[in-house]
């Protein structure tokens, strides 16, 4: 007598009928749990209403800069401040912020990035002119004024 027995060739198949229901389930999660908000707002935002509003096409040539009162006014202060790409930054600085963003496009596209300017609708002229003013000097010529379409009654 043989002290281990020899197993027989058993063929045992794993049930794969439920595995087009878990797949499914699984991408129905991460659909539902995936944040796509690339950036979080560190300045106030109400966005004046506009008369007339174009759609963009080509939304991978525009970057934001938003321009507010900071939402913690204990660590920043009331001024207006500018933000980009969930920093706030000085006026001084938005010439390398665009040369970063330029950096980022190829080749072809750097002569074409639109900088859309989302400003609270508090603020007053003179940081946007002092916003306007850098971006001229970092030869970011496109600049869009974001709005809200207007209200019919």
């Known amino acids: 007598m043989s002290k281990f027995k020899k197993k027989t060739s058993t063929s045992q ?4 009928s439920a595995l087009p229901d878990i797949i499914f389930m699984l991408l129905f999660f ?7 908000r ?5 300045v106030e ?3 004046p209403q506009a008369t007339q509003l174009q759609k963009l096409e080509k939304k991978t040539l525009i970057s934001y800069l938003y321009i507010g009162k ?3 006014v ?7 401040r500018v933000q980009a790409n969930d920093v706030l930054i000085n006026t001084k600085d938005i010439v390398l912020w665009v040369n970063q ?3 980022k496009l190829s080749e072809a596209e750097r002569d074409q990035i639109t900088i859309s300017m989302k400003a ?3 603020v007053k002229m003179g940081p946007i002119s002092d916003v306007q003013f850098e971006l001229r000097e970092a030869d970011a010529r496109k600049l869009l004024y974001a709005a809200v379409g207007k209200v019919q009654n």
């Open 101 to 103: 963003e330029k950096d």
């Open 30 to 36: 991460f659909m539902v749990t995936t944040v796509l």
């Open 74 to 80: 204990a660590l920043f202060g009331t001024e207006p």
């Open 120 to 122: 609270d609708r508090e």
């Open 70 to 72: 900071p939402k913690n």
């Open 38 to 42: 690339e950036q979080e707002i560190l």
């Open 13 to 16: 198949n794993i049930p794969t």
């Open 45 to 47: 935002q109400k966005i």
